[in-house]
T-cell receptor, first 113, second 116 residues
Framework: NAGVTQTPKFRVLKTGQSMTLLCAQD?????MYWYRQDPGMGLRLIHY???????AKGEVPDGYNVSRLKKQNFLLGLESAAPSQTSVYFC????????????FGPGTRLTVT | DQQVKQNSPSLSVQEGRISILNCDYT??????FLWYKKYPAEGPTFLIS?????DKNEDGRFTVFLNKSAKHLSLHIVPSQPGDSAVYFC???????????????FGKGTKLSVIP
């Protein structure tokens, strides 16, 4: 049981390049989330999904797109990277009922130059 | 508008003593609160939670206290150990508020350093 995994762990992009971050969970969780963490800013929600085929905007969605084609995977896309998107990105997942805690992946450190 | 506030960016405590981390919130719809712990280069891990129907929840060395009237919660770690050195995030959820029920709102975190 790997929990929540994220690919890649590190990436450097040039301004204007695109990339996709992959999140996978093997806990059969319905809900999945993408956050970014910046120094002094805590965790801010980018997008989330409450089930396969559904997505919704969080607090800071601009510049990002997401897709949830399979229940276990949640993809975060940057179509045209900007230096302001330099951050550490965390994926999380959660069950629909019972305890409310989200389980987090190890993070992806992205630098946009 | 910051709905969950952790006003102390850092805290240093001697090993064996009590660590008290504080969190304030402004949204009266929040009814479930969680604490997460984060080590460098790792994702946050769940530590302890409390529902608004309680004012205290204990799990080993960790206790969370909730004061609803003051919209304040605190995490107590007794006794503090060097391995507790990490960033601690307070998070809140509004269980019955539509889209808000799916989301957690996080504070900015408090970096705890436990000195041997």
């Amino acid at each position: 049981n790997a929990g929540v995994t994220q690919t890649p762990k590190f990436r450097v992009l040039k301004t204007g390049q695109s990339m996709t971050l992959l999140c996978a969970q093997d806990m059969n969780h319905e809900y999945m989330y993408w956050y970014r963490q910046d120094p002094g800013m805590g965790l801010r929600l980018i997008h989330y999904s409450v089930g396969e085929g559904t997505t919704a905007k969080g607090e800071v969605p601009d510049g990002y797109n997401v897709s949830r084609l399979k229940k276990q995977n949640f993809l975060l896309g940057l179509e045209s990277a900007a230096p302001s998107q330099t951050s550490v990105y965390f994926c999380a997942s959660r069950r629909t009922s019972g305890r409310n805690e989200q389980y987090f992946g190890p993070g992806t450190r992205l630098t946009v130059t | 508008d910051q709905q969950v506030k952790q006003n102390s960016p850092s805290l240093s405590v001697q090993e064996g003593r009590i660590s008290i981390l504080n969190c304030d919130y402004t949204n009266s719809m929040f009814d479930y609160f969680l604490w997460y712990k984060k080590y460098p280069a790792e994702g946050p891990t769940f530590l302890i939670s409390i529902s608004s129907i309680k004012d205290k929840n204990e799990d080993g060395r960790f206790t969370v206290f909730l004061n609803k009237s003051a919209k304040h919660l605190s995490l107590h770690i007794v006794p503090s150990q060097p391995g507790d050195s990490a960033v601690y995030f307070c998070a809140a959820r509004a269980t019955y508020s539509g889209a808000g029920s799916y989301q957690l709102t996080f504070g900015k975190g408090t970096k705890l350093s436990v000195i041997p």
